[in-house]
């Protein structure tokens, strides 16, 4: 399309589909979360809507895109679009490291007594601050809203699955660069050879995260397991809810590069999904660092 | 360059007809009216819960509700107003006159502009219909502070939560689209340091958005794994802190206050130097306040929490920061006051508010300062003091500045001029009725009268009856406003390309009513050199 003409997209409905979707998938979980029965389907339905939207509406935007209708200028805003995205997410998982350095450096150590507050380790017998293990010496504790504590016989092992899956994540984001430099050079058959690699890293990945979770809370290790099982499945959970999403990205990226979407120089769906492949490899490590090793 | 549109529409030659053309547009101009009466709606729904408010608090004795209503009411009342009034008034003047501003046909992303509008409805909705739910509204106050929020609030707060979530996805969706369209829509040959003081300051607050918004997500999804799935965030008997909330919360809720007066802040710099017929003083100086007013907001949060308590050091250190934001602020009201020094003004009704903005703004940002100092803070905190401080800077600084911009800019909207008698009549009456109403609520928080309390006791009485009749006269004067607007959009007699003589910037340049799609053809250098503020 001519470099010299501004290009403003077509009406569209998908936005307010998307509003339907998500308003219904929310009201249905709301409903679901307190014991109406039909509260499920609403909210599977509401998720169908949501996904036949995104359906439709990045359909369309490739179809533009591969018709050529689009100037580099909407090119530089969809990044622009796709690095502050991406940085709302940082902030989002920033909230939740906030979490735990409160809990791991202040309230815990404070509960143990820190700072002359000596009456908390009375509150349960056997208190113990010690991070990870903050429920362990506290059978039959239970939270303010009368939910049962449950106590984790067993720590995580950090040199098991977590230094695997640490491993397996950052060879993805090295063989997604060489999808990277083969699509720059333009060898097909290489990116897909890589691009499936990347997927099938991922998917490892997320095989091992839930047989990680199978281990945890086959050893009592719950979200109801006091802050520490609290920060640990929130932080990991929203992880792996990421990872997935990437997945299917590169998916739908390794589909479009055999339909042959991408040239050498005009592929920023690829680079886009490549960014947020990154930032999710990022998260993890500092998920390894801070949730799994010190 | 010139303008296409997707062809797939007649959209190259104007708007659809009828409901579609609202509900599909990805215009600017439609989307940005959508914001402004979204937004006027709220502002009328929240006024009548500010109404139920001051009759109950006319006289001591509980008069017409039940405490738990009464708190219902103010949890609403403040939550519609932040996130349902001032914030997507704001997004719907952006999305006006950014693209005009700037030299741009539209937005950058004109789809993800519509979403960002239609989710609203469906978050005010569910916001409301909490309304008509066993238990009632919430009642926590709009900080929502756990445990209040997680352990003893009623089921409808999951819903609350979800409308949080929903408002939090339209405010950064919005926040990215204006990041892109200003850094890249932006007519070739115009510099950064060439764009007017609204776009800047809309940029800033961009980033403040995309960098709060998030972690508000996150505080609201911990109280919903705290409320049902049994995580323990903010529970200490699992390890986890109440006041851990009020950390989170106020990371994002400090910034949000400046997210909701640094675009008012834009708005003001144009009004004042169109009105003294000068240059606006100090322009450099003002983009670059703007920016450290921005940073210095993520490093405040403290000063909401001086008497929750925290180590010393953090006290201290909280107030001294607290303190360096007046020094930004400071030079704006500085450079706003030179701008008028040995102008040529006269007072039409823009000016009217803009001045009285810079007036009562101030008096917020002194009780502002006061509320800073540790000492004196322990005395205030949680009584009406604070109250008459967030109404100073809100209704007579973000809402002043609403009302301001509407007048400035109804003629370019609309291609007509408003009633300029009924409109002063209109101002004066406001803002007399304005201070009545804040005003003694100082003296009241001096003399310990606790706020989010139905009731109160005999020797604030006086003061407290006096507030109520003003705030029954301010809300009246919302009735002549819609008037006003209504008058102006029906009977308005034609403007002028540039009905006001002082005025410069590029959406001047354009029709009276400004056309469909602003700047086909991006203005030239010289056009944007004269139009420039930074002269
Ligand atoms: C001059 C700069 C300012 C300073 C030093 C300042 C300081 C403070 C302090 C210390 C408090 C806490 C009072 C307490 O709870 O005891 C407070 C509350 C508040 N401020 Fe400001 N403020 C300033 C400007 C603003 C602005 C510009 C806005 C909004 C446009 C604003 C909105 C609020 C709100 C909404 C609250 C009350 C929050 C609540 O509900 O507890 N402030 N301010
Ligand atoms: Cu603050």
């Known amino acids: 399309m001519n470099e010299q003409e501004y290009y403003i997209p077509s009406g569209t409905y998908w936005p307010i589909i998307g509003s339907v979707g998500i308003a219904t998938l929310f009201v249905g979980f709301a409903n679901q979360m307190h014991g109406a029965s039909w509260g499920g389907s609403i909210m599977v339905f509401g998720f169908a809507i949501l996904v036949f939207m995104m359906f439709g509406w990045f359909g369309q935007v490739v179809k533009e895109s591969t018709s050529g209708k689009y100037n580099s200028q909407v090119d530089r805003s969809f990044r622009w679009g796709m690095s502050w995205f991406i940085f709302s997410e940082v902030m989002f998982f920033a909230a939740f490291f906030g979490a735990l350095f409160y809990a791991r450096q202040l309230s815990v150590p404070w509960l143990g007594g820190a700072d002359n507050n000596v009456f908390t380790p009375e509150l349960w017998d056997g208190f113990s601050a010690t991070w990870q293990q903050i429920a362990f010496n506290t059978p039959g504790a239970t939270l303010q809203s009368g939910t049962a504590v449950s106590v984790p016989t067993q720590l995580v092992d950090v040199w098991g699955l977590p230094a695997l899956n640490t491993a397996l994540l950052l060879l993805s984001g090295v063989t997604l660069t060489f999808a990277h430099h083969a699509l720059r050079a333009d060898h097909r058959n290489k990116i897909i050879g890589w691009l499936v690699a990347t997927i099938v890293l991922g998917v490892l990945f997320l095989g091992f995260q839930i047989a990680e979770y199978g281990h945890a809370y086959h050893d009592g290790l719950k979200l109801t397991s006091g802050i520490y099982g609290s920060t640990f499945y929130m932080l990991t959970g929203f992880h792996g809810f990421h990872v997935t999403v990437g997945v299917i990205m590169l998916t739908v990226i390794l589909y479009r590069v055999q339909k042959g979407h991408f040239s050498a120089d005009n592929h920023f769906g690829f680079e886009g999904v490549a960014w947020y492949w990154h930032f999710v490899d990022v998260v993890w490590l500092g998920l390894f660092i801070f949730v799994y090793w010190l | ?399 002043w500045a609403i009302i301001a911009a509407t007048f400035y800019w109804l003629p370019k909207w609309t291609g007509k001029m408003y009633n300029e008698t009924l409109a002063k009549v209109h101002f004066w009456w406001a803002v007399i009725s304005v201070n009545v109403l804040f005003f003694p609520q100082h003296f009241l928080g001096l003399a310990g009268m606790p706020r989010r309390i139905p009731d109160y006791s005999l020797q604030f009485a006086d003061f407290n009856m006096i507030s109520s009749i003003g705030g029954f006269a301010f809300g009246a004067s919302f009735i002549l406003f819609t008037y006003i607007l209504i008058d102006c959009i029906r009977n308005g007699k034609p403007a002028d390309a540039r009905p006001w003589e002082g005025a410069k910037g590029l959406e001047w340049t354009l029709e009276p009513k400004a056309q469909y799609h602003s700047f086909n053809i991006p203005p030239t250098k010289v056009l944007i050199e004269q139009e420039s503020q930074n002269s």
């Open chain 2, 1 to 399: 360059m010139t303008t296409v549109t997707d062809h797939t529409d007649d959209g190259h030659h104007g708007p659809e007809k009828g409901l579609m053309r609202w509900i599909k547009t990805t215009n600017h101009k439609d989307i940005g009216s959508l914001y402004l009466w979204f937004a006027f709606v709220m502002l009328l729904i929240g006024g009548a819960m500010a109404m139920v408010i001051r009759m109950e608090l006319f006289q001591p004795g509980m008069q017409l509700s039940e405490p738990q209503f009464f708190n219902q009411m103010t949890t609403m009342h403040g939550l519609i107003m932040v996130f349902g009034a001032v914030m997507p008034a704001f997004v719907g003047l952006g999305n006006w006159l950014i693209p005009m501003m700037i030299g741009a046909p539209d937005m950058a992303l004109p789809r993800m502009n519509n979403w960002s509008f239609w989710i609203l409805p469906f978050a005010g909705g569910i916001l409301l219909s909490t309304f008509f739910m066993e238990g009632g509204a919430p009642a926590f106050g709009w900080t929502f502070y756990a445990p209040l929020s997680t352990t003893f609030a009623p089921d409808s707060t999951d819903f609350f939560i979800f409308a949080v979530h929903l408002l939090g996805f339209s405010s950064i969706m919005g926040a990215i689209n204006i990041i892109a369209t200003v850094l890249n829509m932006r007519a070739p040959e115009m510099k950064l340091m060439d764009m007017p003081l609204f776009v800047w300051t809309w940029l800033i607050t961009s980033f403040l958005l995309i960098g709060a918004m998030p972690v508000l997500a996150g505080a609201v999804t911990m109280m919903l794994t705290d409320r049902n799935f049994g995580t323990a965030f903010f529970d200490a008997t699992g390890g986890g802190d109440p006041v851990l909330f009020q950390h989170i919360f106020w990371f994002f809720g400090h910034p949000e206050v400046y997210i909701m007066i640094l675009p008012a802040f834009g708005v003001v710099s144009h009004i004042i130097p169109t009105f003294a017929r000068k240059p606006l003083f100090g322009y450099s100086s003002m983009v670059y306040a703007s920016a450290s007013i921005a940073f210095l907001s993520y490093i405040v949060w403290g000063h909401h929490m001086f008497s929750t308590g925290m180590p010393v050091a953090g006290e201290l250190y909280f107030m001294y920061a607290t303190m360096l934001i007046a020094v930004p602020t400071g030079v704006k009201v500085f450079n706003w006051v030179s701008t008028m020094w040995r102008g040529s003004m006269t007072f039409e009704t823009p000016m009217l508010w803009a001045i009285s903005f810079v007036f009562l703004f101030t008096i917020g940002g002194f009780s502002g300062l006061m509320l800073g100092i540790v000492p004196a803070d322990i005395q205030y905190q949680d009584t009406y003091f604070v109250v008459a401080h967030f109404h100073y800077v809100l209704v007579t600084g973000a809402l």
